[in-house]
C-alpha cells in the first residue's frame, strides 16, 4: 500500500472539496434522469409534472451532497495524513460557498432572482457539512 502523503491543511479541504464536488455532480445528474424517467413514466410528461420535479431536485442536490462527501471522506483518508479534521471541514465548506455560492449568487443578480437550484444548493452545502462532520476524521501517518 502506498503511503499516506504529508499535505497542508488547505490542500486536503481543497481536494475534498473538488473530490466531492465532481462525485457530486455525477451522483445529482444520475438522480435526476433515472427520477425524471420514473416520473415521465408514472406521471406522463405534461407540463403540469414540471413541479413536481423541481422538488425532486429540492431532495437529490443534498443527498448527492452527503454521498459525495461520503466517497471524497473516504478517499482523502486514505490518501492523506489528516491531523486537523474540523479546519479541513471549515475550509472545505468556505471553497463550496464561495464557488458555488458565488456563482450562484452572480445567477441570482444578472437573471434577477432567487431559483429553487439555489435553495437545493444551500441544503447541499448543510448536508455536505455535516456529511464532512461525520466522515472526516484525523488520521494515523
Do not use: C
Not at 41 to 58: H, S, W
Not at 88 to 95: C, D, F, N, S, V
Amino acid at each position: 500500500m502506498k503511503e499516506k502523503k504529508e499535505s497542508s491543511n488547505w490542500y486536503v479541504a481543497g481536494t475534498h472539496w473538488l473530490t466531492s464536488t465532481i462525485t457530486s455532480v455525477v451522483i445529482g445528474i444520475a438522480l435526476f434522469v433515472v427520477a425524471t424517467i420514473v416520473v415521465g413514466l408514472t406521471l406522463g410528461t405534461e407540463q403540469k409534472d414540471v413541479p413536481f420535479l423541481a422538488f425532486l431536485m429540492i431532495l437529490i442536490m443534498p443527498l448527492a451532497f452527503w454521498l459525495g462527501a461520503k466517497y471524497s471522506a473516504k478517499y482523502i483518508s486514505k490518501k492523506y495524513i489528516i491531523r486537523e479534521s474540523k479546519e479541513i471541514i471549515k475550509l472545505a465548506t468556505i471553497y463550496l460557498v464561495v464557488v458555488g455560492g458565488g456563482y450562484r449568487a452572480y445567477t441570482a443578480i444578472t437573471e434577477g432572482g432567487i431559483s429553487l437550484e439555489m435553495l437545493s444548493f444551500v441544503l447541499g452545502v448543510i448536508a455536505f457539512y455535516f456529511a464532512s462532520k461525520k466522515y472526516v476524521h484525523n488520521t494515523n501517518g
